[in-house]
């Protein structure tokens, strides 16, 4: 069946240091969103991409959807121990719009 | 605006037992969700609505019921609970297929 897969399942990096996450899709999707999870709290939406090799920027975060629109990667610059939390990407089955499924997450750890 | 509101937030449940997760949502929104979160896992559908009086199936919809009598409520039924069944669930909702998920606070369930 299709999947969702992010790389790597944890990061540690010291504060102010990049961190990326990697999502990949088993199939091609129609749009891909990605949402923060802070420890002990609920999935909250970042953002939304649509288009084939679209880039979007929210201040220090950087989304980028792959031109075959089956990989996607967010992209944080210099953390910060705000950004401790679970970043997930989502985006629909294939054959409805209806169901959307998550990938596994990357954990980030902020070391200050 | 309450947004999306879950019912209880920590269960504890024998095995065999069975009871109903509570979600409610003041947004009018179509779309209502049930995911279940595990350790490394991510977040998984159980079951979906897009509409009251029609729901769907997800990932994993096995030992667990759903109906959607209004637009607001979204009741997940847990019908003989099982340790498997052990996990955090959260409920979300969005207006239409494209749309941002809005989640509740979540549902620690443990089944001892």
């Known amino acids: 069946g299709q999947q969702v897969m992010q790389i790597p399942q944890y990061q540690h990096v010291q504060e102010g240091e990049d961190f990326t996450t990697y999502c990949n899709s088993s199939?091609?999707?129609?749009?891909i969103q990605w949402y923060k999870q802070r420890p002990g709290g609920h999935p909250v939406f970042l953002i939304q991409l649509v288009k084939s090799g679209e880039v979007k920027k929210q201040k220090r975060l950087t989304f980028q959807f792959g031109e075959a629109k089956k990989n996607s990667s967010l992209h944080i610059t210099a953390t910060q121990t705000t950004d401790v939390g679970t970043y997930f990407c989502a985006g629909p089955l294939s054959g409805g719009y209806q169901k959307v499924t998550f990938g596994t997450g990357t954990k980030l750890q902020v070391i200050p | 605006n309450a947004g999306v509101t879950q019912t209880p937030k920590f269960q504890v449940l024998k095995t065999g037992q069975s009871m109903t997760l509570q979600c409610a949502q003041d947004m009018n929104h179509e779309y209502m969700s049930w995911y279940r979160q595990d350790p490394g896992m991510g977040l998984r559908l159980i079951h979906y609505s897009v509409g009251a009086g029609i729901t769907d199936q997800g990932e994993v919809p096995n030992g667990y019921n759903v109906s959607r009598s209004t637009t607001e409520d979204f009741p997940l039924r847990l019908l003989s609970a099982a340790p498997s069944q052990t996990s955090v669930y959260f409920c979300a909702s969005r207006q239409g297929r494209y749309n941002e998920q809005f989640f509740g606070p979540g549902t620690r369930l443990t089944v001892l």
């Open positions: 199939t091609t999707l129609s749009n």
